[in-house]
């Protein structure tokens, strides 16, 4: 997991080098299930197709 520096420093990447603005959101606690699963990479995986849909830009999160 990320600290929020790294989340910061992440927004701040997406913004500068594809023009992404990145809003803030409300957080929902997990249920029991969701908690037990990883469920990371299957996140984070959605999130950079729904980039790459609205920018065109390829990226890899883990990679910012």
């Known amino acids: 997991m990320y600290n929020i520096t790294d989340s910061i420093e992440a927004c701040q990447k997406l913004e500068?080098?594809?023009?992404?603005?990145?809003?803030?959101?409300?957080s929902v606690p997990l249920n029991?299930?969701?908690r037990?699963?990883?469920k990371t990479?299957?996140?984070n995986t959605e999130i950079e197709k729904a980039i790459a849909r609205r920018s065109g830009h390829k990226i890899r999160l883990a990679d910012l």
């Open 16 to 26: 500068r080098e594809y023009g992404l603005g990145v809003q803030p959101g409300r």
């Open 32 to 34: 029991d299930f969701a």
């Open 36 to 38: 037990n699963l990883d």
């Open 41 to 43: 990479r299957f996140l």
